[in-house]
């Protein structure tokens, strides 16, 4: 009973019990809520937090991770022919060249990305990278028939001949608008790997020969120009002359004296020099010096060599004689071409340039229009009359002269024996030409002459460049300058 | 230092009207805050989605690119102007300038006759 009395009596008349024993078994303390609560809530905002991490990094279900950003290909604007045939397209990453060999040293090729943020390797590919790059299409003056024209045939003269190396430049009158400028030995820029420096090397605009005899009729311009001379004059052309410690000689056997245009026709040194007798030292180099000898070419968009013209002053009297028949200096095959086009354009020099739309230097004279003309009929009379013959074009009347020079061994430091540097320069119609065209052929095998070699070569590639007009243009004889 | 939790409503004064308010709302804000978190998550897997699609279409245009390039190759093997000039040659055309002065003159090869053997008999090719 005492116990259920004890009982009985309410608990707050229970002495008093200490609260905290009661509270241990079922409560915690604020701190240790506070922690749980704090790690709740990490829990809370880390766990989402890495869901959705793992849902940016990844759309699968594995550990996050962050795919490379995506590579766009690398645009690159494709370089284009004047009538529309693509010489390099596709982007950076697949650049092809679909004309091969034709036009490759031109052209040139692309690689991987350069420190300084190019692609371009070689050729236009380099010079016109920055444009490339920024995904612009370059229309080229070149012509892709003529191009391939001019690559086909100096590859075969090269092979058949012998050649080292060669060049072929074909300029439209007028415009300057260089429509070919071929190069041999040819590489393949989709396979640029296994090619050669020699190759990559644009042989029409770089390498720079001893020219010859090509030479001549620049000089009998100077000389008609400045009044020296007129064109029905008889010239002594004995077989040899001498001219300081060296003696020249005449390769063919001729007259004693001949016309103007026969001492072309022949390419008789000795008349040559008798004539440039009538220039000072410094006469003749600034004649040669404005038919741009030894001077830059600058081609908007390329690279081009200025070749090599020593000072008047530093000429010894060999050195005149030398230099009347094209020895003593050199040029690009694109100089040469640029300067017959001052017969071509009546007597205007009109700058070469290789990208449509980039205007190049402007024109100016050189010669008047008369004696650009009589120059063309003398050229003509050359083409027609001498062996050169075989540069003729059925029914087009072409104005040509070749060049035989010898060439020059910096190792050996003197001209060696055999080794030559075959040249034509020319340009048709004779009458009104259109076009003007260079072709040269570096050492070939012995045997070969410009006469056969180059101009054969010549004919070909004219005949071909007619057929890509598309008619064949009735030629009118030239009137006599006489 | 004071325990609130355990004091008397009463005795907590102005604070506890507050107190109810933060905690419905944070009871309110965490699912909230998982729900977002699970739509950003959603949305985070199907931008990768998009960025893995993306990424197949750069690859596939880049191999179209360079498989036009390499058709544009195959194509000037065939129609190209080099290609063109050295089928006609082999076709036996001649350039246009040249059309009135060649002569068709032997369309077939020349015939190739055996040499007889050599014997006493005299023989002549025109026998």
Same mark, same amino acid.
């Given at each position: 009973?005492?116990?259920?009395?004890?009982?009985?009596?309410?608990?707050?008349?229970?002495?008093?019990?200490?609260?905290?024993?009661?509270?241990?078994?079922?409560?915690?303390?604020?701190?240790?809520?506070?922690?749980?609560?704090?790690?709740?809530?990490r829990a809370a905002v880390a766990l989402p937090l890495m869901a959705a991490f793992a849902g940016f990094a990844s759309h699968q279900l594995g550990p996050a991770t962050f795919p490379a950003p995506p590579q766009e290909p690398v645009p690159r604007g494709a370089i284009v022919s004047s009538d529309g045939q693509p010489l390099a397209t596709g982007p950076a990453s697949a650049r092809s060249y679909p004309l091969r060999e034709a036009g490759a040293a031109l052209v040139g090729f692309t690689g991987a990305i350069q420190p300084d943020g190019r692609y371009g390797l070689e050729g236009l590919e380099y010079s016109l990278d920055p444009v490339l790059t920024a995904g612009q299409d370059v229309v080229l003056t070149i012509d892709s028939t003529i191009q391939a024209a001019a690559d086909r045939h100096l590859r075969e003269a090269a092979v058949q001949y012998g050649a080292e190396s060669g060049a072929a430049v074909v300029i439209e009158a007028g415009t300057g608008r260089i429509l070919a400028a071929a190069s041999y030995p040819p590489y393949d820029p989709n396979a640029w790997e296994e090619a050669g420096r020699r190759q990559m090397t644009n042989q029409a605009f770089i390498e720079n020969y001893e020219p010859g005899s090509v030479i001549k009729p620049i000089v009998i311009a100077g000389l008609l120009e400045s009044g020296l001379l007129r064109p029905d004059e008889m010239v002594e052309t004995p077989p040899t002359i001498r001219v300081g410690n060296q003696t020249f000689r005449d390769v063919t056997w001729h007259e004693d004296h001949l016309s103007v245009p026969d001492v072309l026709a022949y390419s008789s040194n000795s008349g040559m020099i008798n004539l440039s007798q009538r220039f000072e030292d410094a006469q003749l180099h600034e004649w040669l010096m404005r038919f741009g000898i030894g001077q830059d070419v600058p081609v908007p968009g390329t690279?081009?060599?200025?070749?090599?013209?020593?000072?008047?002053?530093?000429?010894?009297?060999?050195?005149?004689?030398?230099?009347?028949?094209?020895?003593?200096?050199?040029?690009?095959?694109?100089?040469?071409?640029?300067?017959?086009?001052?017969?071509?354009?009546?007597?205007?020099y009109v700058p070469p340039r290789l990208v449509e739309g980039q205007a190049a230097a402007e024109p100016h004279r050189v010669l008047s229009p008369e004696v650009a003309h009589t120059m063309r009929w003398m050229l003509n009379h050359v083409t027609e009359s001498s062996g050169l013959?075989?540069?003729?074009?059925?029914?087009?009347?072409?104005?040509?002269?070749?060049?035989?020079?010898?060439?020059?061994?910096?190792?050996?430091?003197?001209?060696?024996?055999?080794?030559?540097?075959l040249s034509v320069a020319g340009m048709l119609p004779a009458e009104d030409p259109r076009v003007i065209a260079v072709v040269m052929l570096h050492k070939p095998a012995e045997g070969a002459t410009s006469t056969v070699a180059t101009g054969t070569l010549f004919g070909e590639l004219a005949t071909d460049i007619v057929a890509a007009w598309g008619e064949v243009p009735r030629s009118e004889a030239l009137a006599s300058a006489r | 230092m004071t325990d609130l939790a355990f004091r008397p409503?009463?005795?907590?004064?102005?604070?506890?009207?507050?107190?109810?308010?933060?905690?419905?709302?944070?009871?309110?804000?965490?699912?909230?805050?998982?729900?977002?978190?699970?739509?950003?998550?959603?949305?985070?897997?199907a931008n990768q989605a998009l960025r893995a699609r993306q990424v197949g279409l750069i690859a596939d245009k880049t191999n179209l690119?360079?498989?036009? $390039?390499? %058709? =544009?190759?195959?194509?000037? #093997?065939?129609?190209? /102007? &080099? $290609?063109? %000039? =050295?089928?006609?040659?082999? #076709?036996?055309?001649? /350039? &246009?300038?040249?059309?009135?002065?060649?002569?068709? #003159?032997?369309?077939? /090869?020349?015939?190739?006759?055996?040499?007889?053997?050599?014997?006493?008999?005299?023989r002549t090719v025109w026998r």
């Open positions: 009973m005492a116990l259920s009395t004890h009982t009985a009596f309410p608990r707050a008349h229970a002495a008093p019990t200490p609260r905290r024993p009661v509270a241990v078994a079922n409560r915690r303390s604020p701190a240790e809520l506070a922690l749980r609560r704090l790690w709740l809530l690279y081009t060599e200025s070749g090599h013209l020593n000072p008047w002053w530093r000429w010894v009297p060999q050195d005149h004689a030398s230099n009347t028949i094209g020895q003593n200096h050199s040029t690009t095959a694109l100089q040469l071409a640029a300067a017959y086009s001052i017969f071509a354009n009546d007597g205007l013959r075989v540069a003729r074009v059925p029914g087009v009347s072409v104005a040509a002269k070749t060049g035989t020079a010898d060439v020059y061994d910096n190792e050996l430091g003197r001209y060696v024996p055999g080794d030559y540097n | 409503a009463e005795a907590r004064g102005g604070d506890a009207p507050t107190e109810r308010s933060m905690g419905g709302l944070f009871r309110l804000a965490l699912p909230l805050y998982l729900v977002l978190l699970l739509a950003a998550a959603y949305v985070g897997v690119l360079a498989s036009v $390039a390499r %058709a =544009e190759l195959r194509a000037a #093997a065939v129609e190209g /102007p &080099l $290609a063109v %000039a =050295e089928w006609a040659e082999s #076709a036996g055309m001649v /350039p &246009l300038p040249q059309g009135h002065v060649v002569a068709v #003159a032997a369309p077939e /090869p020349a015939p190739t006759f055996a040499v007889p053997e050599p014997e006493l008999e005299l």
